[in-house]
C-alpha cells in the first residue's frame, strides 16, 4: 500500500498561515458591535439615572413645596400672620436663600413628607454620577429672587419676584435632560428650568445654550476631553407655580 502522505500545500498546511483577511473582518465587526452596545448600554443607565434623579428628588422637592404651600397658605420661610408670598419672607433678610437644616426643619414641622435624599438630615443632597463615571453631588434650596418674564409690550422682558428651587451642582448632560422633561426644551434662557447666569436677563431676547458641557473639567470652562476628569457643573434655578 501506498504510504499517505500529507501535501505541503494541503489543509494542514493553510491552518498554520493565520486569519484570512475575512475572518480578521469578521472580528473587527464582532468587537466593533461590542463596543458599541457597551456605549449604548452606558448611555441608557445614564438616562435611567438621570430619570431617576428627575423623579424621586426634583420632582419629590417640587411635590413638597406644593404640599407646603397648599397645606399653610404661604411658601416655606414666610411670615405666617403677614404673609409676603414669597420664600424665607420672613427672614431678618427677605430674599435669602432658605436651605439646609432650616428648610428640612420647616418642611417637616408642617408635616410634609420630603423625598430620600442622600440620607437622614441630608433630605436636599443627592450623590449621581456624570458622564465620565465620577461621582457629583446635586443640592436644593428654595428662594424668592428676580425672574425675567414678558412685559406689556412685545419683545419687552420684566423682572418679577419668583419663587425658585435652586439646584446646585448640576452637569450639563443633567440639566439639558431635566429641561427636556420639564420645558420640552433645551434652552438655558426660557422655560421654568434655567441657568443661573440667563434666568433675570431681561436684554437676552434669544433663547440660549447652557453655558457648559460635559467635555470641561469641575471648576473650570475650558474644554480638556479627559475621561478621567470631574465633570463641570452649574446651577439651575426651576420655577415653582406660586
Not at 491552518?15 to 452596545?37: D, H, K, P, T
Not at 448600554?41 to 431617576?52: E, H, P
Not at 422633561?181 to 433645551?186: E, F, L, T, W, Y
Request: aromatic share 8%; with cysteine.
Amino acid at each position: 500500500m501506498t504510504p499517505f502522505h500529507i501535501h505541503p500545500h494541503g489543509a494542514a498546511s493553510r491552518r498554520q498561515l493565520g486569519f484570512s483577511l475575512l475572518e480578521l473582518s469578521v472580528v473587527l465587526i464582532v468587537i466593533g458591535l461590542l463596543l458599541g452596545a457597551v456605549a449604548v448600554g452606558r448611555d441608557l443607565q445614564r438616562s435611567a439615572a438621570n430619570q431617576r434623579l428627575s423623579t424621586d428628588f426634583i420632582q419629590g422637592w417640587q411635590l413638597a413645596y406644593e404640599g407646603f404651600f397648599n397645606g399653610v397658605g404661604y411658601p416655606p420661610g414666610d411670615n405666617p400672620t403677614a404673609p409676603t408670598g414669597q420664600v424665607n419672607g420672613n427672614a431678618a433678610t427677605p430674599g435669602t436663600e432658605l436651605c439646609g437644616a432650616d428648610m428640612i426643619n420647616a418642611f417637616l414641622a408642617a408635616g410634609i413628607r420630603l423625598p430620600t435624599g442622600r440620607t437622614e438630615g441630608q433630605q436636599d443632597r443627592y450623590v449621581y454620577l456624570d458622564s465620565n463615571g465620577n461621582p457629583q453631588e446635586v443640592r436644593v434650596c428654595f428662594q424668592s429672587r428676580d425672574w425675567a418674564e414678558p412685559g406689556a409690550t412685545g419683545g419687552v422682558f420684566v423682572s418679577r419676584k419668583r419663587n425658585i428651587m435652586v439646584v446646585r451642582g448640576v452637569t450639563f448632560s443633567l440639566a439639558a435632560a431635566l429641561d427636556q422633561q420639564i420645558d420640552g426644551r433645551s434652552d438655558a434662557r426660557f422655560g421654568r428650568w434655567r441657568d443661573i447666569s440667563f434666568a433675570n436677563s431681561i436684554a437676552e431676547l434669544n433663547g440660549q445654550a447652557w453655558p457648559l458641557d460635559d467635555r470641561m473639567a469641575f471648576g473650570s470652562t475650558t474644554v480638556t476631553s479627559l475621561d478621567e476628569s470631574q465633570v463641570a457643573i452649574t446651577t439651575a434655578l426651576f420655577q415653582m407655580m406660586r
